[in-house]
């Protein structure tokens, strides 16, 4: 998992979303606060903390969520929406024949990347090769050819050379025709000096590169906007690598920086093998980070408990004596299937509950929807007091519903049944208390 910490720090912020009863101008205070904290605490650029915590938190005040959306699931995608903005535009590397030439400084992975942008390109289907154009440290050469036999493409280095820009050249020459792509590894300095840059510039002029990639450690911190300015400003840096996002690297230094200098990150690392590398999509990116597959379930499930308050109620309703035909038909609304009423059935003794188990409580959404159709046809005269009904207004209502008496009657029949058991509990305490527990809904 890559930025472990910042993960857990923004699941937990969208957790307190998800989870919450009502989306307040409080919560959405103490959810930038969380935010906020979690992006400066794994580096995140602090101006681009500041701004995009106020997006956040007016888009979440004002915006009204567009139909068919919770506010708190609104809230939840204006902060998926926002961290997606900061990471900047998604690119993709063409598949073609080219030159891919590797800039940054020392240490920063970019000898490593060499091998893992060579495996990249080999499993797309071209012939990658890698080019050893640092000349400066004598292991760099070894190193290079060693994970180029790794990966098993051709390599090509000059040990007795100490001019990158020969060595480049030569190498771009030798495999003009034999290979697709040709991946240039360059060598960094400590910092960025005049030489380096120097450097760069020659080789650049040499061999003309269609791909001037920076590669930047995660580590990098906060100094990552200016590296990333220095090297965009001398040679015009055509994507960034980030690398070593593994584990709980803070990596938000290097991630910002290429929204700053508007160059887009192509890859990251997220290890040291060749094959720890990943095309880097923002949404992709956030979404993980996020655990928004995780979010869904959590809204669902705050769907559901939400919906358990509003059964509480008429449960408390119910038992409280007085138990119509408007009660009846308020709980099927409320209720899709009759999940508490069969928790009911089963509190029941012995007797009651199998007579009822067997009959009415598997009574299907079907037949549901058939009371509440025949429900419609009478008069609230006849919802509010159901002794009413008789003969003359049975085939009347079964009438004005489509139906037959029998179906009438079957409902009248439930009814009775339910309010016989409604009366059972109202007058049992225990029972009662029981009951509540065994719904979930306190005392
Ligand atoms: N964990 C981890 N280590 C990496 C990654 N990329 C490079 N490294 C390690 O970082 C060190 C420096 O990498 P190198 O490619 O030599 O950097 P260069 O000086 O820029 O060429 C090496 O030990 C690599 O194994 C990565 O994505 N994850
Ligand atoms: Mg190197």
Redesign the pocket.
């Known amino acids: 998992m890559v930025m472990e910490n910042l993960s857990e720090s923004l699941k937990g912020t969208l957790q307190k979303i998800a989870s919450a009863v009502t989306i307040d101008t409080k919560l959405i205070k103490e959810v930038v606060r969380d935010i906020q904290r979690a992006l400066l605490q794994s580096d995140v650029n602090v101006k681009l903390v500041l701004e995009l915590s106020k997006k956040i938190e007016k888009r979440a005040l004002e915006e009204k969520p567009p139909a068919g959306m919770s506010g708190r699931e609104h809230v939840i995608r204006i902060v998926y929406d926002e961290l997606v903005e900061i990471l900047g535009d998604s690119r993709e590397l063409p598949v073609k024949k080219q030159i891919i030439m590797l800039t ?10 060499a091998g893992k942008l060579a495996t990249y390109f080999k499993k797309k289907g071209l012939r990658p090769a890698v080019v050893a154009g ?1 000349v400066h440290r004598p292991a ?1 050469y070894d ?1 290079l050819k060693q994970i180029a036999e790794q990966v098993d493409v051709p390599f090509y280095g000059d040990k007795n050379e100490k001019n990158a820009v020969k060595v480049v050249k030569n190498g771009v020459e030798k495999f003009k025709r034999s290979a697709d792509v040709i991946i240039v ?1 360059t060598s ?1 300095r400590h910092k960025l000096e005049n030489d380096l840059i120097k450097e760069m510039e020659d080789i650049f002029k040499a061999t003309r590169p269609d791909e001037k990639i920076l ?1 930047m450690d995660a580590a990098v911190g906060q100094q990552a906007g200016s590296q990333a300015k220095a090297f965009n400003d001398a040679v015009n840096i055509t994507g960034i690598i980030i ?4 584990g709980t690297a803070k990596g938000g230094g290097a991630l910002s920086a290429a929204a700053e200098v508007g160059a887009p990150i192509i890859f990251i ?4 093998h060749p094959s ?1 590398f990943e095309r880097f999509d923002p949404e992709r990116f956030i979404s993980r980070l996020l655990g928004m597959g995780d979010i869904k379930t959590l809204l669902e499930k705050a769907e559901e408990s939400l919906k358990g308050k509003d059964a509480e109620e008429t449960a408390r309703r119910m038992m409280s004596g007085k138990f119509t035909l408007h009660d009846m038909y308020e709980q099927m609304n409320m209720l899709s299937g009759m999940g508490p009423l069969n928790k009911i059935a089963e509190m029941l003794p012995g007797g009651m509950s199998g007579k009822i188990k067997g009959m009415d409580m598997n009574t299907t959404q079907d037949k549901l929807r058939r009371f509440k159709i025949i429900m419609d046809s009478m008069t609230d005269e006849e919802m509010e007091d159901p002794s009413l009904i008789r003969a003359s207004r049975v085939k009347r209502i079964a009438r004005g519903a489509g139906m037959e008496n029998k179906d009438v009657k079957e409902l009248i029949k439930y009814y009775n049944m339910t309010k016989k058991m409604m009366k059972g509990f109202s007058s049992n305490r225990k029972m009662r208390k029981g009951l509540m527990k065994q719904l979930q809904f306190g005392n």
């Not at 690392?269 to 040291?272: D, L, S, V």
């Open positions: 940054g400084l020392y240490g920063q992975g970019k000898t490593t990347s640092d760099a190193q590894d960094g590669v690398t070593k996002l593994d690392g997220t290890g040291e720890d």
